[in-house]
Nanobody, 123 residues
Framework: VQLQASGGGLVHTGGSLRLSCAAS????????IGWFRQAPGKEREGVAW????????YYADSVKGRFTISRDNAKNTVYLQMNSLEPEDAAVYYC?????????????????WGQGTLVTVSS
């Protein structure tokens, strides 16, 4: 099982990025997927989550209306479209597999994590 996060980079405030999480070694549509982030000196926080059963989504309040999570099971990939980026969004972003299907942002029950992709937002 592997999750490969990519798409991070340097953007100016107000810019956009699309992160990708490529899954391998398992059937993506059997699992919900979450995106988390961790900034230097801060705790890891959940950002967005997408169900495998009905495609429902959940967002942290801090990104609601700016970020969109989506999945393409045929491509074994989950995306995080990030718009109107702010300096506070700068962090390493991780995708992870929700082993329960309903964990939302309970990180302890995610069983596989990608290696992370760095997002830097300049003011």
């Amino acid at each position: 099982v592997q999750l490969q996060a990519s798409g991070g980079g340097l953007v100016h405030t107000g810019g956009s990025l699309r992160l990708s999480c490529a899954a391998s070694g398992f059937t993506l549509d059997d699992y919900a997927i979450g995106w988390f982030r961790q900034a230097p000196g801060k705790e890891r926080e959940g950002v967005a989550w997408i169900s495998n059963s009905d495609g429902s989504t959940y967002y942290a309040d801090s990104v609601k209306g700016r970020f969109t999570i989506s999945r393409d099971n045929a491509k074994n990939t989950v995306y995080l479209q990030m718009n109107s980026l702010e300096p506070e969004d700068a962090a390493v972003y991780y995708c992870a597999r929700d082993s329960t299907g309903v964990a939302i942002f309970i990180a302890e029950v995610y069983d596989y994590w990608g290696q992370g992709t760095l997002v830097t937002v300049s003011s």
